[in-house]
């Protein structure tokens, strides 16, 4: 599958961007769908994920309250909608894709698909 992410940018301190994720290629339905980030210097962590019929969502603790992760499985979209943004959000946002069960879907090495990412920048 072929992922997208868009809808970056930069965002004063306090903004509410919704980020994209448009997918091809598969069947889209067929994949959680989960939202990372890496910020400048370190590793990439999770931010948020979304079952495959996007009836159960989850989030990191650092991000609970202040975004939201929906689905469009009719369209092939997955949105990140973030609120409330702080400067140590920005990050480039990566949408992942995978389709099986069993290990963590808070860890990076288990997706199998990954998007360009897209840049989210907070001014202060």
């Known amino acids: 599958v072929q992922l997208q992410a868009s809808g970056g940018g930069l965002v004063q301190a306090g903004g509410s961007p919704r980020l994209s994720c448009a997918a091809s290629g598969d069947t889209f339905s067929a994949y959680r769908m989960s939202w990372f980030r890496q910020a400048r210097g370190k590793e990439r962590e999770f931010v948020a994920s979304?079952?495959?019929?996007?009836?159960?969502?989850d989030y990191d603790v650092s991000v609970r309250g202040r975004c939201s992760i929906s689905r469009d499985n009719a369209k092939n979209m997955v949105y990140l909608q973030l609120n409330n943004l702080k400067p140590d959000d920005t990050a480039v946002y990566y949408c992942?894709?995978?389709?099986?069960?069993?290990?963590?879907?808070?860890?990076?090495?288990?997706?199998?698909?990954w998007g360009q990412g897209t840049q989210v920048t907070v001014s202060s």
């Open positions: 979304i079952s495959k019929s996007g009836g159960r969502t």
């Open positions: 992942g894709a995978r389709s099986f069960f069993g290990g963590d879907y808070g860890v990076e090495r288990n997706y199998e698909y």
